[in-house]
């Protein structure tokens, strides 16, 4: 697996939790929220992890798909 990186940044819209960036090196960024509250960033990287884990960022399954895999 290729590393993880994880960031807290300011300016999301408090309706996204988090996104994954996929970067040049092949390694995962985890841009939290830093907005929304401790417990909901952890949950919110947990659910990123999942994608990642499953291989959602190479997968070409509907998002909608994906997102049930993933878990809440
Ligand atoms: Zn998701």
Known sequence: ????FIRRV???????EAVTVV???????VLL???IPPHRQRQAFRHELAHI???HFESL????????????
């Open 53 to 55: 884990r499953l291989n």
């Open 1 to 4: 697996m290729n590393d993880v």
């Open 10 to 16: 300011g300016g999301f819209p408090r309706s996204i």
């Open 23 to 29: 970067d040049s090196n092949g390694d995962y960024n």
């Open 61 to 72: 399954e509907p998002l909608q798909i994906n997102e049930l895999e993933a878990g809440v």
């Open 33 to 35: 929220n830093a907005a």
